[in-house]
C-alpha cells in the first residue's frame, strides 16, 4: 500500500492566491522529505530538502520565499506556493526516504488561471 | 557533480516485444542505483534497485544489473505488455557531499506497448 499520502491530487487557482499542497507519511515517521517540480514531459527537479523541527534546505535558484516548506510534525510536510503565477503550473511530488529509498506521492497538478 | 543520462524516447513496441532502456552514470563514490515509473497521473513507483557493483535488482519481469566497468544500469524485459506503458526513469542515490541522500535523476524514458 502507499506509503506517502499527498493532497490535493489536482488544483486549480486564480493569479496572485496561495495554494497548500500536503505530504504525509502513512506508514513511518519522516524526519526527511523532499519536494520535487516536474515539467511535461521531463524529468524531475529537486525543490527542496525538508527536515522535521528544522528550515527547509532550498536548491539552489529554487525561490524560499515563492515556494514555503514547513515540517512540524515527523508525519507531515507541506508546500506553500505563495502569490502563485501562471508559470508556477507545474506537477509537484513529495517524497520521504525509508533507508535510502525514496517514496513518492501520487503528486499534486497545480494549475493556476 | 553526478548525473545519470538515459536513452532518449519516446519507445514503442508491440506486445510481446523484448525491451531494454540504456542508463549510464557519473558519479563519485558508490551510488545506489535505481529504476523508478510513473504511470499517467501518477506519483514514481519504485520498480527495482541494486545496491552494488554486480547487483541485479528484478520486480515484475524487468531487470537491470549494476555495472562499474561501464557505469550502466540498463532496464531490461523479455516481453513487454500493454499495461507497462509509462515512463521510466534511472536514478542514482548521491552517496557522498553535499547532495548525500539526494536522488538524481535521468530525464526518463516513455515507453508506449501496442496491442
Known amino acids: 500500500g502507499a506509503v506517502v499520502s499527498q493532497h490535493p491530487s489536482w488544483v486549480i487557482c486564480k493569479s496572485g492566491t496561495s495554494v497548500k499542497i500536503e505530504c504525509r507519511s502513512l506508514d513511518f515517521q519522516a524526519t526527511t522529505m523532499f519536494w520535487y517540480r516536474q515539467f511535461p514531459k521531463q524529468s524531475l527537479m529537486l525543490m527542496a530538502t525538508s527536515n522535521e523541527g528544522s528550515k527547509a534546505t532550498y536548491e539552489q535558484g529554487v525561490e524560499k520565499d515563492k515556494f514555503l516548506i514547513n515540517h512540524a510534525s515527523l508525519t507531515l510536510s507541506t508546500l506553500t506556493v505563495t502569490s502563485a503565477h501562471p508559470e508556477d503550473s507545474s506537477f509537484y511530488i513529495c517524497?520521504?526516504?525509508?533507508?535510502?529509498?525514496?517514496?513518492f506521492g501520487a503528486g499534486t497538478r497545480l494549475s493556476v488561471l | 557533480g553526478n548525473s545519470v543520462t538515459q536513452m532518449e524516447g519516446p519507445v514503442t513496441l508491440s506486445e510481446e516485444a523484448f525491451l531494454t532502456i540504456n542508463c549510464t552514470y557519473t558519479a563519485t563514490g558508490y551510488p545506489s542505483l535505481f529504476w523508478y515509473v510513473q504511470y499517467p497521473g501518477e506519483g514514481l513507483q519504485l520498480l527495482l534497485k541494486a545496491t552494488k557493483a554486480d547487483d541485479k535488482g528484478s520486480n515484475k519481469g524487468f531487470e537491470a544489473t549494476y555495472r562499474k566497468e561501464t557505469t550502466s544500469f540498463h532496464l531490461e524485459k523479455g516481453s513487454v505488455q500493454v499495461s507497462d506503458s509509462a515512463v521510466y526513469f534511472c536514478?542514482?542515490?548521491?552517496?557522498?557531499?553535499?547532495?548525500?541522500?539526494?536522488?538524481?535523476f535521468g530525464q526518463g524514458t516513455i515507453l508506449t506497448v501496442h496491442p
Open positions: 536514478a542514482l542515490l548521491n552517496a557522498g557531499g553535499t547532495s548525500y541522500g539526494k536522488l538524481t
Open positions: 517524497s520521504e526516504a525509508i533507508e535510502s529509498i525514496q517514496y
